[in-house]
């Protein structure tokens, strides 16, 4: 629309008419946002439950002391890594991994992200290793918590996989 056509629109209908009426003509490339420069490309900041160990961990560190999770410990860590309703408990989890060949139990330590179970109730219990030896989980002095080794919980059992939880 050139600035005649403008003109006239705007005498018939007034500026507000015009605007409205006035197709928009941006360049392609301003509709598009421009990719980050190259040496930006690598970083990544995860957010809480977008499916990364990352995010996982970070998910638990945004609650921490938090209680609406207590006896829903398969459900936060579920939750940690952007799912909900892949295991009805822990110790089914566990037995997930142990069938799918994903379960570690020599003693290593657990890769950031990964889950860590214990065999505590009928239940059992999980969490997700914060890469140093140490987890999060719920029930950790009665709430959402950080501890600084496995051995915080009795019967450890070992360790899965870092990655979006599957059902069996």
């Known amino acids: 629309m050139n600035k005649r056509q403008l003109a006239r629109l705007a005498g018939a209908a007034g500026v507000v008419g015009a605007l409205a009426l006035a197709p928009l003509s941006a360049p392609a490339a301003l509709a598009q946002p421009a990719a980050p420069p190259a040496a930006e490309q690598h970083l990544r900041i995860a957010a809480p439950g977008d499916g990364t160990a990352r995010g996982a961990v970070e998910w638990y560190r945004a609650r921490a002391g938090d209680t609406s999770y207590e ?15 892949v295991w009805p408990s822990a110790i089914d989890h566990w037995n997930g991994a142990v069938a799918a060949g994903k379960a570690h139990t020599d003693g290593s330590t657990p890769p950031e992200g990964a889950f860590v179970y214990w065999n505590i ?14 987890f999060y989980s719920t029930s950790v002095n009665g709430a959402i918590g950080h501890a600084a080794s496995t051995s915080h ?12 939880p599957a059902g069996g």
């Open 71 to 85: 006896g829903l410990c398969e459900k936060a860590a579920e939750n940690a890594w952007g799912v909900t309703g």
């Open 121 to 134: 109730s009928q239940y059992g219990h999980v969490g997700i290793a914060d890469g140093n030896g140490g």
């Open 153 to 164: 919980f009795a019967n450890y059992l070992g360790w899965s996989d870092p990655q979006v």
